[in-house]
């Protein structure tokens, strides 16, 4: 009998629905919030009313997607964590209802664990160990893999996320949000010639706090001497602070990879929808005799078919929960 498997993700202003049937991907669907940004940044409770009024729709066109009726879901898989509360707990909430409606067993996900296994979404998927490089607004780290639900966290930042330092130096250039695409844009018609410090952190960990540090003052300095600085050189900015962000990226990746023999290199999260990130690691790969893994772009950002997929392996094991299951903002990857 077939497994299908129902996906929800409601971390943040995503608010996505997904069908797998035998771990493969039948529909992915997600609604974007346009609202946030005016602010600048994402608003909790504007997220969190948005994703009230597009779950249903969401989940009503995943399923009419996939050709299949809602009874033929085997079960629900969501995000519980880590997240947004009040976002996480309208996934959660319907997922919840849904499952009851059906009398189908409940899945949770963390929402860090699916972005890797976001690999397994389609072909070629990452041969036992690999590492995976996790970046995303909220996250950097690196995870070893050695089954698909066994994995461990072998450096990760102490601060700040690189994609953090993607929209924070946005912020300071004046650019609409989200601005990681667009000084990913921007790059690639400027040049790295800006100089900004890196931080010293030992073993494998990341710090991005003081990027931020360093970027804020350069641009002060610069404002100082010539109001226009930031419009005469906005392209050659955008390619120094996204050179600096790789770079760091990438030399605890090449640490981690020596360090630990693998040769299995992936990449995960919304900042690998980064074309330098993604440019560096195959480059990389090639140099190294690395086997690079990179999802396509649909499976990097906040969706629900990675969430469909973790919870088609929790399914094989009967990982399930009940109805108590509550919604957690800060979940580790163990």
Excluded at 47 to 70: C, E, L, M, T, Y
Aim: charged share 20%.
């Amino acid at each position: 009998m077939s497994v299908v498997i129902l996906g929800i993700e409601s971390s943040c202003d995503d608010t996505s629905a997904a069908i797998i049937k035998d771990g493969v991907v039948l529909s992915n669907v997600t609604a974007n919030q346009d609202a946030h940004k005016a602010y600048g940044g994402v608003v909790p409770e504007v997220a969190s009313r948005a994703h009230q009024q597009n779950i249903i729709p969401v989940v009503d066109v995943a399923i009419q997607k996939a050709g299949i009726r809602k009874e033929d879901i085997s079960a629900v898989a969501f995000t519980r964590g880590p997240g947004l509360i009040g976002s996480l707990l309208v996934g959660v909430s319907f997922a919840k209802a849904f499952a009851l409606s059906l009398d189908i067993p409940m899945i949770e996900v963390n929402h860090m664990i699916a972005h890797v296994l976001a690999h397994f979404a389609e072909d070629p998927k990452p041969r036992f160990p690999f590492l995976c490089l996790t970046v995303s607004g909220g996250h950097t780290q690196i995870v070893k893999i050695t089954d698909h639900l066994e994995m461990e966290v072998i450096g990760t930042t102490i601060d700040d996320a690189a994609g953090e330092a993607f929209d924070k130096t946005g912020k300071l250039l004046g650019l609409d949000y989200p601005a990681g695409p667009i000084i990913d844009r921007l790059a690639k018609e400027g040049n790295p010639i800006f100089q900004f410090a890196e931080p010293n952190m030992p073993e494998l960990d990341f710090s991005f706090s003081g990027l931020k540090t360093s970027i804020y003052y350069f641009l002060k300095k610069q404002i100082k001497e010539n109001p226009d600085f930031i419009q005469e050189n906005l392209k050659d900015i955008c390619a120094s602070v996204q050179d600096t962000i790789i770079r760091i990226l990438m030399h605890k990746l090449i640490i981690a990879t020596e360090q630990t023999g693998i040769t299995e290199v992936a990449v995960a999260g919304g900042v690998s929808a980064n074309s330098g990130l993604r440019n560096a690691l195959v480059e990389e790969g090639k140099q190294r005799g690395w086997n690079t893994y990179i999802p396509r772009f649909e499976f990097c950002t906040d969706n629900a078919a990675m969430i469909a997929v973790t919870g088609y392996y929790k399914y094989q094991k009967q990982e399930f929960v009940g109805q108590e299951v509550t919604p957690v903002a800060r979940w580790k990857v163990s």
